[in-house]
């Protein structure tokens, strides 16, 4: 156990462990570098068992690893409780806790800010397991643990702000991110005229107006200016699936609808960076846009003004997704026409014809990176190659666990395997209440240099920790 008692009220026949943290400093500044133990026992026994892992985050190094001793596998509120053994990330992320007692433990990484070995959501992050560990004779070892810092929250999400710029749409900010099944469900919102209960109010479109999705827009065609209207929100729920309470705002409309739309993001964003041929051009803007002729407004071709062709989706309302065909090492030219792109009430978006840049790289920049994965517990498996700067690229293992990246440019990679148990496509951090592991997740030991050209194997991903 961490020390926290004085010396008179230590318990009998008991193994406690004094730790010193990774970022401990001596009188000249100079950081420990890596976490030590040192045991001592009021009994005649030092308990030998060790929990060995690693957190995967950039900003790992120095995070506080708690393991909660439990009396039973069943889990509660264990982050109101102070730790029964406290240990840091070493310059790599790495951690190791030693000398434990037989038991079950629950280990979770926490980004105490405060130092009050509480997790204090959402200032703070926190990596929960995979599972909980059960250290006795026949397992006095368990290695490795990988685990991934997330933000996570226990609060419900509440309204923010809700405001009506003009006498059609209706802006809603929310306190954290929100669940997109749930958000952009329009049966889940209801608008009433406080003045004129006889005049109803339709909802004719949600959408987001930024990519986290804590502020959408409801289109409501035909609210009246300076009425005041109470909008109410259930069966709401923020990303991390925690429920809203009935939400109730009142607010007034808006005047008439005279601002031009905005071009608020592009993604990717344009520019000589070569990428790999196959992505989409996402341009998002502040508001509906009229989808009519569309593909007449925008234009792609090569430097040589040979048209190029492409289809065209809108993911939302206001988010427009441009599918191209481009081929590999070519430069390309997208043009919109700003002045023949409305809004829904007439606004241009513009009077001046933008062109956009992008280049896709030759065939004979990328490197491969491939791998075989044994004793996974479950079908469906993702494996991803992280880059330095935090893009991923995402592959899923063939039937027999073989998998290979195609198209990676030279430079660093982590590489990573979990099991997509809820086939959602990415990686499931777990839930804090009610509690729910992550998904199990390891990672290559060392980190990946991919090079032009050349195929990369790096061996077995083994799912199976040594405990088991």
Same mark, same amino acid.
């Not at 520019?271 to 407004?297: H, Y």
């Not at 062709?309 to 997208?334: C, H, M, R, T």
């Given at each position: 156990?961490?020390?926290?008692?004085?010396?008179?009220?230590?318990?009998?026949?008991?193994?406690?462990?004094?730790?010193?943290?990774?970022?401990?400093?001596?009188?000249?500044?100079?950081?420990?570098?890596?976490?030590?133990?040192?045991?001592?026992?009021?009994?005649?026994?030092?308990?030998?068992?060790?929990?060995?892992?690693?957190?995967?985050?950039?900003?790992?190094?120095?995070?506080?690893?708690?393991?909660?001793?439990?009396?039973?596998?069943?889990?509660?509120?264990?982050?109101?409780?102070?730790?029964?053994?406290?240990? $840091?990330?070493?310059?790599?992320?790495?951690? $190791?806790?030693?000398?434990?007692?037989?038991?079950?433990?629950?280990?979770?990484?926490?980004?105490?800010?405060?130092?009050?070995?509480?997790?204090?959501?959402?200032?703070?992050?926190?990596?929960?397991?995979?599972? /909980?560990?059960?250290?006795?004779?026949?397992?006095?070892?368990?290695?490795?643990?990988?685990?991934?810092?997330?933000?996570?929250?226990?609060?419900?999400?509440?309204?923010?702000?809700?405001?009506?710029?003009?006498?059609?749409? @209706?802006?809603?900010?929310?306190?954290?991110?929100?669940?997109?099944?749930?958000?952009?469900?329009?049966?889940?919102?209801?608008?009433?005229?406080?003045?004129?209960?006889?005049?109803?109010?339709?909802? &004719?479109?949600?959408?987001?107006?930024?990519?986290?999705?804590?502020?959408?827009?409801?289109?409501?065609?035909?609210?009246?200016?300076?009425?005041?209207?109470?909008?109410?929100?259930?069966?709401?729920?923020?990303?991390?699936?925690?429920?809203?309470?009935?939400?109730?705002?009142?607010?007034?409309?808006?005047?008439?609808?005279?601002?031009?739309?905005?071009?608020?993001?592009?993604?990717?964003?344009?520019?000589?960076?070569? /990428?790999?041929?196959?992505?989409?051009?996402?341009?998002?803007?502040?508001?509906?846009?009229?989808?009519?002729?569309?593909? %007449?407004?925008?234009?792609?071709?090569?430097?040589?003004? &040979?048209?190029?062709?492409?289809?065209?989706?809108?993911?939302?309302?206001?988010?427009?997704?441009?599918?191209?065909?481009? %081929?590999?090492?070519?430069?390309?030219?997208?043009?919109?026409?700003?002045?023949?792109?409305?809004?829904?009430?007439?606004?241009?978006?513009?009077?001046?014809?933008?062109?956009?840049?992008?280049?896709?790289?030759?065939?004979?920049?990328?490197? $491969?990176?491939?791998?075989?994965?044994?004793?996974?517990? @479950?079908?469906?498996?993702?494996?991803?190659?992280?880059?330095?700067?935090?893009?991923?690229?995402?592959?899923?293992?063939?039937?027999?666990?073989?998998?290979?990246?195609?198209? /990676?440019?030279?430079?660093?990679?982590?590489?990573?395997?979990?099991?997509?148990?809820?086939?959602?496509?990415?990686?499931?951090?777990?839930?804090?209440?009610?509690?729910?592991?992550?998904?199990?997740?390891?990672?290559? &030991?060392?980190?990946?240099? &991919?090079?032009?050209?050349?195929?990369?194997?790096?061996?077995?991903?083994?799912?199976?920790?040594?405990?088991?």
């Amino acid at each position: 156990m961490c020390i926290r008692d004085s010396p008179e009220k230590l318990k009998e026949n008991t193994t406690y462990v004094l730790t010193v943290g990774a970022l401990a400093v001596d009188s000249h500044g100079n950081k420990l570098g890596r976490t030590q133990s040192f045991p001592f026992s009021t009994g005649q026994t030092i308990y030998t068992g060790s929990i060995a892992g690693r957190v995967l985050n950039a900003s790992a190094r120095g995070m506080d690893i708690w393991a909660y001793k439990l009396d039973s596998p069943e889990i509660g509120m264990f982050w109101m409780s102070i730790p029964d053994y406290i240990t $840091q990330t070493d310059s790599l992320g790495e951690f $190791q806790f030693e000398y434990l007692s037989y038991g079950i433990y629950l280990v979770v990484a926490v980004e105490d800010k405060n130092n009050d070995q509480f997790f204090t959501p959402p200032s703070e992050r926190i990596a929960l397991p995979d599972t /909980l560990i059960t250290i006795d004779e026949n397992a006095m070892e368990y290695k490795p643990l990988f685990m991934i810092a997330s933000e996570l929250d226990t609060l419900k999400p509440y309204l923010s702000k809700v405001e009506s710029p003009d006498d059609r749409k @209706v802006f809603i900010e929310f306190s954290q991110r929100m669940d997109s099944s749930s958000v952009f469900l329009k049966s889940n919102y209801k608008i009433e005229n406080l003045e004129d209960s006889i005049l109803t109010v339709s909802i &004719v479109d949600i959408y987001p107006y930024s990519d986290d999705k804590k502020t959408i827009v409801l289109e409501c065609p035909g609210l009246v200016t300076g009425n005041k209207y109470r909008l109410t929100a259930v069966n709401l729920y923020s990303i991390y699936e925690i429920a809203a309470d009935t939400l109730v705002q009142i607010f007034e409309a808006g005047g008439a609808d005279t601002t031009s739309p905005e071009l608020i993001k592009i993604s990717p964003k344009p520019g000589r960076q070569a /990428l790999p041929a196959g992505f989409d051009i996402k341009f998002m803007f502040s508001e509906s846009c009229d989808t009519n002729d569309i593909t %007449q407004k925008v234009f792609l071709s090569d430097t040589l003004k &040979v048209p190029v062709s492409f289809k065209i989706d809108w993911e939302y309302p206001n988010l427009l997704v441009v599918k191209p065909d481009f %081929q590999s090492g070519e430069a390309y030219l997208f043009s919109m026409d700003e002045s023949s792109i409305f809004d829904l009430t007439g606004n241009p978006l513009g009077d001046s014809i933008m062109i956009y840049e992008y280049y896709t790289a030759a065939e004979d920049t990328f490197g $491969q990176v491939g791998g075989q994965l044994i004793n996974y517990p @479950v079908d469906s498996i993702i494996v991803e190659a992280i880059s330095e700067n935090g893009e991923s690229t995402i592959t899923f293992s063939s039937d027999n666990g073989k998998f290979m990246f195609n198209k /990676l440019f030279p430079g660093t990679y982590v590489v990573r395997a979990f099991c997509d148990t809820d086939n959602n496509g990415q990686f499931s951090c777990g839930k804090i209440k009610p509690f729910r592991f992550a998904e199990h997740i390891i990672f290559h &030991v060392d980190s990946v240099t &991919v090079r032009a050209r050349w195929e990369t194997d790096i061996g077995v991903f083994d799912f199976k920790s040594s405990s088991d």
